[in-house]
């Protein structure tokens, strides 16, 4: 097992190979031109007289994957049952994954949809509020407290502005997010 920075393990082809009783020069370039050059990669390995070589090796991740693309037949009866073995935790692994990722995202569907139902008239409060404050300063030539400079009213007035619209990009998002989610 090699491991590239970034934590990726990758398994060399030959051992591989050798594990499943297969021929190496037929299967390591067939196994090349399958899969993708990021799932395949020339990686230096230390041989038994301890010297580097370069060796294609294959991501682990995509090893299951593998698993179909050579025949069975081939490999010892012992390896069979191993390979099935492999091939059906694997598949057990990937489906818990995935009912992992579906829990997580109905968990934030959730939230993000009790957040919106929650506070679905912000947008028309916000305005309103804006408004009357926006109406109310106009109306006084006064500060709003009087320890409150002009200049700071000017500011809040530019900050309620500011949230207002940044509410409404926020609400135009989410609703073309979830137009393009498919049901």
Partial sequence: MLYVPGGEAYVPMIALCQMLGLRVDTHVQQWRKLLLDEEVRKLPVRTHGRRKRALWCINMEVLPFLYSYFDWALVSQERRVQLRQAAHEWLELAGQGHRTMQDRYKGTRDALFSILTTHADAETTLKDYAQRLH????????????????????QLLESMTQLVQWYEDFAAFLEEFFASEPE
């Fill in 135 to 154: 109406a109310f300063l106009d109306a006084r030539s006064l500060p709003l407290l009087p320890v409150m400079p002009e200049k700071d009213n000017e």
